[in-house]
């Protein structure tokens, strides 16, 4: 369903958050998927308890970028979207 959406929609980025660390596994499936996907370049942020607590474990799961909270999340978004205009 999600490589669904991203074909409706094409975003630019897609921002996941987690609370629980039992849902880590399929966040990581998520992430696989979009990465095997089309639609492969969508920047994807990553965000909630398990990665407010463990440093570095977005990098683990394949994000393109962790944010601690909302506020956060825009700061990240805007550098991410920065940084794939500037590579265009």
Do not use: M
């Given at each position: 369903a999600?490589?669904?959406?991203?074909?409706?929609r094409?975003?630019?980025?897609l921002?996941?958050?987690?609370?629980?660390?039992?849902?880590?596994?399929?966040?990581?499936?998520?992430?696989?998927?979009?990465?095997?996907?089309p639609f492969?370049?969508?920047?994807?942020?990553?965000?909630?308890?398990?990665?407010?607590?463990?440093?570095?474990?977005?990098?683990?799961?394949?994000?393109d970028?962790?944010?601690?909270?909302?506020?956060?999340?825009?700061?990240?978004?805007e550098?991410?979207?920065?940084?794939?205009?500037?590579a265009?």
């Open positions: 999600l490589t669904d959406t991203l074909h409706a094409r975003p630019h980025l921002a996941v958050s987690t609370t629980l660390v039992i849902h880590l596994v399929e966040l990581r499936r998520l992430i696989s998927a979009v990465r095997a996907s492969s370049d969508v920047a994807v942020i990553v965000g909630g308890f398990p990665f407010n607590r463990i440093p570095d474990l977005w990098r683990r799961y394949g994000a970028g962790f944010a601690s909270d909302a506020r956060d999340a825009i700061n990240v978004a550098q991410l979207l920065d940084g794939q205009r500037g265009a």
